[in-house]
């Protein structure tokens, strides 16, 4: 089978109801998302905390896409089997988390997960080189982590074109994370990208008893990446 580089789109449950997870989750889904991203924060490796292996076994049941977790936590290795053991189909961690980018990558796969490395804004694709034959996603960050909501960084651009070449013919998915709006997500796309998350901008002016706006918001991405 061919691998699949078409645009998915992953809504991040920062953005969501958290008194409604379960709800929110089928919501998305039912309004035609991809994959769902959650966003797993320490308050150390950056500066606000959210979800636990319990919070992410506890939603997994209501996932019928992609559970796609982005670990933003560091020390990183000794959670990764907790957050497998939740459900995760990706684990991605970032490449500033700890010294040892490749164990951590090794670990993941060991789980049986998906692998995925994410960079900083201020890191260089060159720090991925020798871990791509052992990744299955690159995640560019193209805000600085911690918070939805933000400004998209367009010197990232760049960054997602270089790691485009990079990657080649590899089955490695490009990951986009942060700001990524209709304004932004065809520039991303044209640069190499085929995974979108988007919290605000997909959960902006819908709710659980209202739905229908994150379709529309969902479409309002997608349509805005085709030609
Ligand atoms: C940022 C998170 C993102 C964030 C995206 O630390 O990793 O997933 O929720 O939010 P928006 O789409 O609102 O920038
Ligand atoms: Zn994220």
């Keep these: 089978m061919t691998f699949d580089r078409s645009l998915k789109i992953a809504p991040s449950?920062?953005?969501?109801?958290?008194?409604?997870?379960?709800?929110?989750?089928?919501?998305?889904?039912d309004q035609g998302c991809d994959w769902v991203h959650v966003d797993v924060m320490d308050g150390h490796f950056v500066?606000?905390?959210?979800?636990?292996?319990?919070?992410?076994?506890?939603?997994?049941?209501h996932i019928k896409t992609v559970m796609d977790v982005h670990l933003m936590i560091s020390?990183?290795?000794?959670?990764?089997e907790a957050?497998?053991?939740?459900?995760?189909?990706?684990?991605?961690?970032?490449?500033?988390?700890?010294?040892?980018?490749?164990?951590?990558?090794?670990?993941?796969?060991?789980?049986?997960?998906?692998?995925?490395?994410?960079?900083?804004?201020?890191?260089?694709a060159g720090e991925v080189e020798?871990?791509?034959?052992?990744?299955?996603?690159?995640?560019?960050?193209?805000?600085?982590p911690g918070f939805g909501g933000q400004k998209f960084i367009h010197s990232q651009i760049e960054k997602v074109r270089q790691l485009r070449a990079m990657i080649g013919d590899r089955p490695i998915h490009?990951?986009?994370d942060g700001?990524?709006?209709?304004?932004?997500?065809?520039?991303?796309?044209?640069?190499?990208?085929?995974?979108?998350v988007a919290g605000s901008a997909v959960f902006k002016g819908?709710?659980?008893?209202?739905?229908?706006?994150?379709?529309?918001?969902?479409?309002a991405i997608r349509a805005a990446t085709v030609k």
């Design 75 to 80: 020390p990183v290795d000794q959670y990764i």
């Design 206 to 219: 819908g709710s659980v008893s209202n739905p229908a706006p994150y379709g529309e918001n969902i479409r």
């Design 130 to 144: 020798y871990l791509l034959d052992m990744v299955d996603m690159v995640c560019v960050m193209t805000v600085n």
């Design 13 to 29: 449950i920062l953005s969501a109801d958290f008194a409604n997870f379960g709800l929110e989750i089928q919501a998305i889904e």
């Design 174 to 176: 490009i990951e986009i």
């Design 47 to 61: 500066p606000n905390l959210t979800f636990g292996p319990p919070l992410c076994a506890a939603i997994r049941p």
């Design 179 to 196: 700001g990524v709006t209709p304004e932004t997500a065809p520039l991303v796309v044209a640069a190499g990208a085929d995974v979108l």
């Design 83 to 124: 957050y497998a053991a939740a459900g995760a189909d990706y684990i991605t961690a970032h490449v500033e988390a700890g010294a040892h980018t490749h164990r951590t990558m090794q670990a993941i796969r060991a789980t049986g997960a998906k692998a995925g490395v994410a960079l900083n804004p201020a890191t260089p």
